[in-house]
């Protein structure tokens, strides 16, 4: 059997940075490895000055609403964002405006990207709540919405035909918290986006199984959506090691592209790097889901190695249970068997 099945992981997930201009219908063109690059799944942060976290994704823009946000840093349902983002193109995304978040004049941003369907979806009925589904088998990742069942909790059929290792979630049509659930490390607890709290107990997601996970928040007649990730040898990693306060390797078979932090035992900042704002070690840039404020640079920050990480002091607290979310720029062997090229 193939180490990997994906050789190039840009071409499943892709880091796109740009420099704001403040011109309408302006198009940001992707220049992934392996191609033209549609995403079905854009996050996007200013770089430089305060600017919201924000999210869009295909599987809205095949239901009319191309152009809602949703937004990490705040529990808030989703905004109409007409003023900021108008759609998704064969090779990027159209961005429009002057706003804070997408295309101040000047500023720099980055845009992190995942392929699930190309934006077709289809009805999922494994659960009591029937849900639309996009789903990406290579790369393991889905993107699930569905409309809450009354008051009674359900269940949510996710379309991966595996057992998810990450679920992000968030009700849409009301003011909720995000859920982050990491089904393999904890089965009765959340982690919260917009919050910078440990781990805490929640009647959200539960019982994760191949096809479904139990939804309890029972929002009646409230629209949720659900950004589902399983792991792919040589492409994606999401787990969980303890800090021993010094600088310590975490296997993941891949060089990193991207990575997302968080402590589960205090309250700390979420962090995420990549390969693209910090081009050498230490990979310095900081970024945090919870919060608007510009880019930061730590004095104490991971190496991306050619087959996992390297966490450094700070970032590595001694006994802390520390969790991580890790997406490929290369894998350490290809599916042919050849090592990969370190960097």
């Known amino acids: 059997m193939a180490y990997t099945t994906i050789d190039d992981p840009s071409a499943h997930f892709h880091v796109q940075l740009y420099t704001g201009d403040g011109n309408d219908n302006r198009v940001i063109t992707n220049d ?3 191609g033209d690059f549609k995403p079905d799944f854009l996050w996007l942060k200013n770089r430089t000055d305060v600017g919201r976290p924000c999210i869009w994704d295909s ?35 159209t961005i429009t405006g002057s706003d804070d978040d997408t295309n101040v004049d000047g500023d720099t941003y980055v845009a992190w990207q995942w392929k699930a369907n190309g934006g077709t979806t289809s009805s999922n009925t ?40 990450t679920i992000w979630r968030k009700n849409r049509g009301e003011s909720a918290n995000w859920a982050i659930a990491m089904p393999y490390i904890e089965t009765a607890k959340l982690m919260l986006f917009d919050t910078t709290s440990g781990w805490a107990t929640a009647s959200g997601m539960s019982s994760y199984n191949a096809s479904t996970f139990v939804d309890g928040s029972g929002a009646s007649a409230v629209t949720a959506i659900a950004y589902c990730f399983t792991e792919k040898q040589g492409f994606s990693k999401f787990g969980q090691y303890t800090g021993t306060g010094g600088n310590q390797f975490i296997y993941t078979g891949f ?20 390969h693209k704002r910090s081009t050498f070690n230490e990979r310095s840039e900081v970024l945090h889901p919870e919060s608007n404020v510009a880019e930061e640079t730590y004095s104490s920050a991971p190496d991306f190695l050619s087959n996992g990480f390297r966490s450094r002091g700070a970032s590595n607290d001694d006994g802390e249970a520390i969790m ?14 050849v090592p990969a090229t370190a960097v």
């Open 32 to 34: 992934a490895n392996a």
């Open 59 to 93: 599987s809205r823009l095949a239901s009319g609403e191309a152009t809602i946000k949703l937004t990490t840093d705040i529990a808030d349902a989703e905004a109409n964002s007409t003023d900021r983002f108008s759609g998704f193109e064969t090779d990027g995304f």
């Open 126 to 165: 494994d659960g009591t709540v029937t849900t639309t589904i996009q789903a990406n088998a290579t790369a393991g990742f889905s993107i699930v919405t569905w409309t809450g069942n009354g008051g009674t909790t359900g269940t949510i059929g996710h379309g991966l035909g595996i057992k998810p290792h």
């Open 255 to 274: 060089t990193p592209a991207f990575l997302m932090e968080k402590r589960g035992s205090n309250t700390s900042t979420w962090t995420i790097y990549d």
């Open 324 to 337: 991580y979310w890790a997406f490929a720029a290369h894998p350490c062997v290809t599916s042919s068997g």
